[in-house]
Antibody
């Protein structure tokens, strides 16, 4: 069974940083594209970033380019999202998702709140 | 690409059918010949789950009362014989052109 467990969320001030982690199990992590998707309160789902199996390709939504960095450690079956220069509008539940296009498994999410 | 779903909410009698429309601002036909249109269901208090991929293919384990259709810019999710476990918010998503984008969601509830 695929399991994705996010961690690292919390309350941070505008301009601050957070690093989200996702521990993956139940599938061959190193063979899968991975993604982050977020959901702000009362808003639609928003794809944030994805990363190729070996980390050689990364794509981002424009609103986070230059501020967020997606990365992975295949030896640890882990996905990461480094979030810098956080803004109020980054407040959301962040989901770790298996797949780069076909989002076939989702974690439970970790909540990021950006507020002073 | 902007994804627009209608209706935004739907009240359905158990056992009846329901349809949700999803329209994209541009054609979702990719140069590789595939159409990357997906449907997800987010049940109350849960994470989204994949129902349909590439317009009409049901994801593993999803009941056959869910079906997808459409092409180009117009797509439909049909739920035949709605059951209590089908309540939640349904989202369409396109992955033809970056950035991948979602519809605003359609909330389905039982009468």
């Amino acid at each position: 069974e695929v399991q994705l467990a996010e961690s690292g969320g919390g309350l941070v001030q505008p301009g601050g940083s957070l690093r989200l982690s996702c521990a993956a199990s139940g599938f061959t992590f190193s063979s899968s594209w991975m993604s982050w998707v977020r959901q702000a309160p009362g808003k639609r789902l928003e794809w944030v970033a994805n990363i190729k199996q070996d980390g050689s390709e990364k794509c981002y939504v424009d609103s986070v380019k230059g501020r967020f960095t997606i990365s992975r450690d295949n030896a640890k079956n882990s996905l990461y999202l480094q979030m810098n220069s956080l803004r109020d509008e980054d407040t959301a539940l962040y989901y770790c998702v298996k797949g780069g296009r076909v989002f076939d498994s989702w974690g439970q999410g970790t909540l990021v709140t950006v507020s002073s | 690409i902007v994804m627009t779903q209608t209706p935004l909410s739907l009240s359905v009698t158990p056992g009846q059918s329901a349809s949700i429309s999803c329209k994209s601002s541009q054609s979702l036909l990719h140069s590789d010949g595939k159409t990357y249109l997906y449907w997800f269901l987010q049940k109350p208090g849960q994470s989204p789950q994949l129902l349909i991929y590439e317009v009409s293919s049901r994801f593993s384990g999803m009941p056959d009362r869910f079906s997808g259709s459409g092409s180009g810019t117009d797509f439909t999710l049909k739920i035949s014989r709605v059951e209590a476990e089908d309540v939640g918010v349904y989202y369409c998503m396109q992955a033809t052109q970056l950035p991948w984008t979602f519809g605003q969601g359609t909330k389905v509830e039982l009468k």
